[in-house]
């Protein structure tokens, strides 16, 4: 029972922490860190752990997959040499300032890099979360950011911990080797298997199957990397932009009805889970500390914590003016961001289950059999960390309306443009394709209508008071009116046992497609 206990609860704490967020200007993923520190106090219920190896092999995949899918490549490679320089060496340096202060704090060398190589790396899933309503440039450059460097930072952890326990001898060129390796394998492995799963899906006309195969795709591009020693956080986001590119040639709507909504609300309970998980860590962590007074670990968390929130902003606001003397085309002087708005990257460095589960998977006991040295403290400290950075989003509203940032048209204005153009091409195609396949006159005469209409609200788009604006509006308006009567007499035929309940739920879904259609409206907004 305990198992179906903690669904429940999850799933109350995921739905009030939903709509605690609509009514307040809280983040939900700082409501259900909260959630996961109450439910700590529940002797009941605090023994719920999930192992490190199912966030790292299970969830980690998976989110890192859809945010893969779902982010501009474009984007990414108009900042790539940003996106390179913060996933690699700031990892680097964060991981060796967290270690300096850790080890002046007290802790031993070995565990010292550990820690600093655990809190290295941003979350992916906590950037998409907290900072998804920023301008695309910005949102974009942190969840590449936030996609890339955990598999520098695991690379550098699994050698800290390697060294520490006594397993791996450290020497320049091996570091080198892992590093290159780690990059290069993991994309190759996640380009072979995003070549796989095109070839496959190309040739799938069952919407299910064809969900399936999208399903295990992340998996399997871990599975490979790690097979091959190579990053497999690299290998699920090489595939997942690979596939970005491909998949909407080869996808069929039918498909992307149901797979699109089935991964955002898959990820979206992932997520929530993760967010429960560490407030229920850093309960569980402060219940385990023994090695270290209490008060005496609360300055270490505020330490560490000052070090790794103050390298971002040391970082933003060095390497820009670097690079403007080193990189003087004007292409580079169009893509320069201001001081003020940079503000809003720094504060966005979030930690999150990558860190958590990279410090819970430390092992109990070194090489020679001795305990890990201070093993409960590094896991408490790591717990902090990841609670206080994510606090920083309390403040994300005010650091953006401090940032000034320009109002981002730019998506609104490609979506016109799309729009617009799409319909160009379908105008222009009409009476080709009218003869292939053989429409009559007066269909090609209503869809040309059609098309038309479609034209002048786009030409009227923005103009509330427009003829064609109002005239659509209310015709929307008493269409999903009559669908709504159409549903009520449809219930009533099933509570009169005219028809059965398939017939009932068949003919729900088609009202429900029209229904999206006529409201215009993405459902997953």
């Known amino acids: 029972m305990f198992g179906l206990e903690m669904v429940v609860v999850l799933g109350v704490a995921l739905v009030a922490s939903g709509a605690l967020a609509r ?22 219920l605090r023994q719920a752990q999930l192992p490190p190896e199912a966030v790292l092999l299970l969830f980690l995949p998976a989110l890192l997959y859809w ?60 950037v998409g979360v907290l900072a998804r309503d920023l301008p695309r440039r910005t949102v974009t450059v942190l969840r590449a950011e936030s996609l890339v460097n955990d598999g520098t930072a695991l690379v550098l952890y699994g050698l800290a911990v390697g060294v520490t326990v006594g397993e791996v001898q450290l020497t320049g060129w091996h570091v080198v080797w892992l590093l290159a390796w780690s990059y290069a394998g993991g994309v190759l492995a996640g380009a072979l298997i ?19 195969a999208m399903l295990v795709t992340p998996f399997a591009a871990f599975l490979l990397a790690d097979a091959v020693h190579a990053s497999g956080v690299l290998a699920v986001v090489a595939c997942g932009l690979f596939m970005s590119q ?23 309970v992932l997520s929530s889970v993760l967010f429960v998980l560490i407030g229920l860590s850093a309960q569980a962590a402060v219940r385990g500390l023994n090695s270290t ?45 201001p001081a003020r708005q940079r503000t809003v990257t720094a504060v966005a460095g979030f930690r999150g289950a990558v860190s958590l589960a990279a410090v819970l998977a430390v092992p109990q006991t070194l090489a020679s059999g001795a305990s890990f040295p201070d093993r409960d403290l590094m896991v408490l400290i790591a717990c902090g960390v990841i609670v206080l950075t994510l606090l920083q989003a309390l403040f994300l509203p005010a650091v953006v309306r401090f940032a000034r940032l320009p109002r981002d048209t730019a998506v609104d204005e490609e979506l016109q443009f799309a ?3 799409s319909l160009e091409a379908a105008r222009d195609a009409l009476d080709a394709t009218a003869t292939e ?28 008071d427009h003829p064609v604006v109002q005239h659509d509006d209310q015709y929307r ?20 046992q005219r028809i059965d309940d398939i017939v009932l739920r068949r003919l729900q879904h088609r009202l429900d497609q029209e229904e999206v259609r006529f409201a215009r409206a993405d459902p997953l907004e």
């Open 23 to 44: 009514r307040y200007p809280i983040a939900p993923a700082i409501l259900l860190v909260l959630v996961g520190v109450l439910i700590g106090f529940v002797p009941h």
């Open 194 to 212: 995003g070549l796989v799963s095109w070839q496959l899906r190309r040739r799938m006309d069952d919407p299910m199957l064809e969900g399936l």
């Open 437 to 464: 396949l053989g429409s009559g006159e007066a269909v090609v005469e209503r869809v040309r209508r059609e098309l038309d209409k479609e034209r002048q609200l786009l030409a009227s788009a923005g103009d509330d």
């Open 419 to 421: 729009d617009e153009y």
């Open 477 to 496: 308006d008493l269409s999903l009116a009559l669908l709504g009567r159409r549903r009520e007499a449809l219930l009533d035929l099933r509570d009169r």
């Open 293 to 337: 007074p209490p008060m005496r670990a609360l300055v270490d968390i505020v330490v560490v914590t000052a070090v790794v929130i103050g390298v971002r902003w040391a970082w933003v606001y060095t390497t820009p003016y670097l690079i403007r003397l080193l990189d003087r085309r004007p292409a580079q002087r169009l893509r320069r961001v």
């Open 246 to 268: 491909v998949a909407p040639r080869i996808t069929a709507a039918a498909t992307r009805q149901i797979v699109i909504p089935f991964w955002a609300l898959s990820t979206t």
């Open 67 to 126: 945010e893969s899918l779902t982010t501009s490549l474009r984007e990414i490679r108009n900042n790539l040499r940003v996106v390179v320089l913060t996933s690699t060496v700031l990892v680097a340096a964060t991981a060796a300032a967290v270690a300096a202060a850790a080890h002046a704090l007290g802790l031993e060398w070995g565990p010292a890099c550990v820690l600093g190589a655990a809190l290295a790396p941003t979350d992916a899933t906590a």
